[in-house]
Nanobody, 123 residues
Framework: QVHLVESGGGLVQAGGSLRLSCAAS????????LGWFRQAPGKEREFVVG????????YYADTMKGRFTISRDNAKNTVYLQMNSLKPEDTAVYYC????????????????WGQGTQVTVSS
């Protein structure tokens, strides 16, 4: 069982940066791939980026490459999402999720979810 809690969301101007954190509880945190998804109003939840359980490989949605960076600290049971050069279209609720499967980008492959954190980018 993995319990996830996101933090770090907020209001930022276009071009700014935010770093989201996701703190996990559970003894098996380090054995899960971790991913970030986002959901904008009226849209489906979409994959942003993931990181393998070892932390040595990341995988991005094609449209997310270049501005977003994922990292994890297994000693702190935390995964991070650094977001730079934010755009108004990045406005969404951001969720972290844990998957027992490797390098998956679909929502259904993830077993545990956080409650989400709101990111709003003003123009």
């Amino acid at each position: 069982q993995v319990h996830l809690v996101e933090s770090g969301g907020g209001l930022v101007q276009a071009g700014g940066s935010l770093r989201l954190s996701c703190a996990a509880s559970g003894r098996t945190f380090s054995s899960y791939d971790l991913g970030w998804f986002r959901q904008a109003p009226g849209k489906e939840r979409e994959f942003v980026v993931g990181i393998t359980w070892t932390g040595d490989s990341t995988y991005y949605a094609d449209t997310m490459k270049g501005r977003f960076t994922i990292s994890r600290d297994n000693a702190k049971n935390t995964v991070y999402l650094q977001m730079n050069s934010l755009k108004p279209e990045d406005t969404a609720v951001y969720y972290c999720a844990a998957s027992s499967r490797v390098r998956r980008t679909v929502r259904t492959a993830y077993d545990y979810w956080g409650q989400g954190t709101q990111v709003t980018v003003s123009s």
